[in-house]
């Protein structure tokens, strides 16, 4: 256990443990977006900056990315300084201008004071804020099936040549995962199209439900050696099919107790 | 483990209180959860509360590529943990018994985590149908 001040506040956090973590549990409002406990921290979109000092340190102070700066014992930490709210308010400025048309990135400038990019505001954009969340989680899945191609200006998350993501099982991980929702999808007779590579939906032999994909499924059943039978029916059908076998047990157990 | 979960199905009566007492004691943002037990037919006026049964290998916990899904030591449950899971939906295909649901009201997932430690279901149920007992 170690033992940090939060604005002002001694608390307990674990050694080790981001400070993002514990700033998120004390219910303090520091706007992040690139960050998910599924997947590393990498410090993309700089949001979750908080200046930090020691008594040590004699009155030298540093600003860092709280989702990728550890617990240390003693630590001070502020969230709200005027120079922090100033660099929040230039992020939100500068993802306003990459996004004008992100309902997400038009509320968070708001509370930071932004109605309008102070930029060129990029309307054609496709509202993406380049944190790699999605290629971070694909990675953690075991796939790596989209990148960041091209560079600069030009740069923009993809499948391998623009072309069908050969890797891709369709899980949704990605678009599930994105903060703001620009990885689009749609699932549709018994079909889910994803970065533009169609993928069957495993359908339950019952009542037709659907709910991954058939790659996905084989995915887990190969990896995670579980059985397909598991797949084969939707969880409704499943839980119907266990009250069923229970019951069976109970009516049989009660013959025999005739 | 400390703690068992029992279900007792002679003594279900398909009065479904346990349901509600589920979706209230998960409510969030002033809505009701997603109950994540079910009492089921499985002849005329005869009930299985169908709830996770907390197995000991799990598909669930198997099945998420995320480590979202973990034992809980002290209440025995499967625990899912919302902070780390991406809604991939894995587990919800998995789980040879259909408990780990789809939310959509709150789009989340859901899994019986036995309120942890203190299950509203067992609480309510008035017919001691589902009991949790230390073992
Ligand atoms: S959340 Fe820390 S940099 Fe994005």
Same mark, same amino acid.
């Given at each position: 256990m170690a033992h940090i001040t939060i604005n002002g506040k001694v608390? %307990?956090?674990h050694e080790g443990e981001m400070l993002l973590a514990v700033i998120k549990r004390l219910g303090i409002d520091v706007p992040a977006l690139c960050n998910h406990e599924a997947i590393e921290p990498t410090g993309n979109c700089r949001l979750c900056m908080v200046e930090i000092t020691r008594p040590e340190w004699e009155g030298? %102070? %540093?600003n860092v990315t709280s989702c990728l700066y550890p617990v240390e014992d003693g630590l001070i930490v502020n969230t709200h300084t005027p120079e922090l709210l100033e660099i929040r308010k230039t992020l939100l400025d500068l993802q306003l201008a990459r996004c004008? @048309?992100?309902e997400l990135i038009q509320k968070m400038a708001e509370e930071y004071g932004v109605h309008e990019t102070s930029y060129i505001a990029n309307v054609e954009g $496709? @509202? /993406?804020i380049m944190c790699y969340a999605c290629t971070r989680i694909c990675e953690v899945l075991g796939k790596s099936a989209i990148s960041a191609v091209m560079r600069g200006q030009k740069k923009v998350i993809a499948p391998p040549f623009g072309e069908e993501p050969v890797d891709c099982i369709g899980c949704l991980a990605c678009a599930q995962i994105c903060p703001t929702d620009v990885i689009p999808y749609e699932d549709k007779d018994g079909i889910r199209t994803i970065w533009k590579k169609k993928f069957e939906l495993v359908t339950c032999k019952n009542c037709g439900k659907t709910i991954v994909t058939r790659d996905f499924a084989d995915y887990l059943i190969e990896q995670r050696r579980i059985p397909h039978e598991y797949?084969?029916? /939707? $969880?409704d059908c499943k839980r119907l099919e266990l009250a069923k076998k229970m019951g069976g047990l109970i009516t049989k157990a009660a013959e025999v107790a005739v | 483990m400390k703690y068992r979960f029992e =279900? =007792?199905?002679s003594l279900c009566i398909g009065c479904r209180t346990c349901e509600l007492a589920c979706a209230f004691s998960h409510a969030k943002d002033k809505k009701p959860g997603r109950s994540r037990i079910y009492p089921l037919a499985y002849a005329p006026d005869k009930y299985v509360p169908v709830v996770c049964l907390q197995c000991d290998d799990p598909a669930c916990v198997?099945?998420?590529?995320?480590?979202?899904l973990k034992r809980n030591e002290e209440t025995g449950a499967i625990d899912l943990d919302e902070e780390r899971c991406v809604k991939c939906m894995a587990c919800v295909a998995a789980c040879p018994f259909g408990c780990a649901m789809v939310d959509a009201g709150h789009d989340e997932i859901v899994k019986c985590d036995i309120c942890k430690g203190n299950p509203a279901c067992v609480q309510f149920c008035p017919t001691k149908a589902l009991v949790y007992n230390k073992v």
């Open positions: 608390v %307990k956090a030298w %102070k %540093k004008p @048309n992100s $496709d @509202n /993406c797949f084969e029916t /939707c $969880d | =279900i =007792i199905p198997k099945s998420c590529m995320f480590n979202a």
